[in-house]
């Protein structure tokens, strides 16, 4: 298994820039979840993909858009970045139908 | 709202103590139910989970946890820590009626063991 890899590790952007975080699903699995860690909370659901559709959102504006490509990487772009957007982005996949999920180590966020 | 709350904020014991991590969920219909661990500058990973059957789940490293329908609890517990033990628990349960992917997660409990 190779895990679930993101990029970058760490990043620092200004306020009202954009930006884009990317995963590598484990083999195998076909679903991406993306969540929000921001300091001393639980990962808050952003959104999923499967079969390259947004399958599910949570509570999150629609300057928070994401993609899933034929080899079941994602993407999550977020526009107009805000200084609340600093946080702790994972990215975890699965097989559909299946709950066991797989985290990636995150991307670090600093909005300035 | 569903939601998922953790009791404890941080939890220091000293090895060999018994731990127990308090998890309470509220919300209704079928129950999937999860606990996560962070070791420091690690990716958060399953310790165990329940969906149904028997309410007493056991999972890697020693860990148990028992579902209490009626107190709406799924609390975690191990019968001796270790140093190695010292992490983040994060209790999570599925988002009733959401996607799969959706998970709401607790706050939240650091652990901290005492060699």
């Known amino acids: 298994e190779t895990g679930v890899t993101q990029s970058p590790t760490h990043l620092i952007k200004t306020r009202g820039q954009q930006v884009t975080l990317r995963c590598s699903s484990q083999?195998?699995?076909?679903?991406v979840s993306w969540y929000q860690q921001a300091l001393g909370q639980g990962p808050q659901f952003i959104f999923q993909y499967y079969r390259e559709e947004e399958n599910g959102r949570g509570n999150f504006p629609p300057r928070f858009s994401g993609l899933q490509f034929p080899n079941y990487s994602s993407e999550l772009n977020v526009n107009a970045l805000e200084l609340d957007d600093s946080a702790l982005y994972l990215c975890?996949?699965?097989?559909?139908?299946?709950?066991?999920?797989?985290f990636g180590s995150g991307t670090r966020l600093t909005v300035v | 709202a569903q939601s998922v709350s953790q009791h404890n904020h941080h939890v220091i014991l000293s090895e060999a103590a018994s731990l127990e991590l308090g998890c309470n969920y509220s919300?209704?219909?079928?129950?999937?139910l999860f606990w996560y661990v962070q070791y420091p500058g690690q990716h958060l990973q399953l310790l165990l989970k329940y969906f149904s059957g028997d309410p007493l789940v056991k999972g890697i490293k020693g860990f148990e946890a028992e579902f209490i329908k009626s107190k709406f609890s799924f609390n975690l517990r191990k019968p001796s820590v270790q140093w190695s033990d010292t992490a983040e628990y994060f209790c999570?349960?599925?988002?009733?009626?959401?996607?799969?992917?959706?998970?709401?997660f607790g706050k939240g409990t650091k652990l901290s063991v005492k060699p």
């Open positions: 083999s195998g699995h076909n679903t």
């Open positions: 975890a996949s699965s097989l559909w139908g299946d709950y066991g999920y797989t």
């Open positions: 999570a349960g599925k988002n009733y009626g959401g996607s799969q992917g959706n998970l709401i």
């Open positions: 919300y209704g219909g079928t129950v999937n």
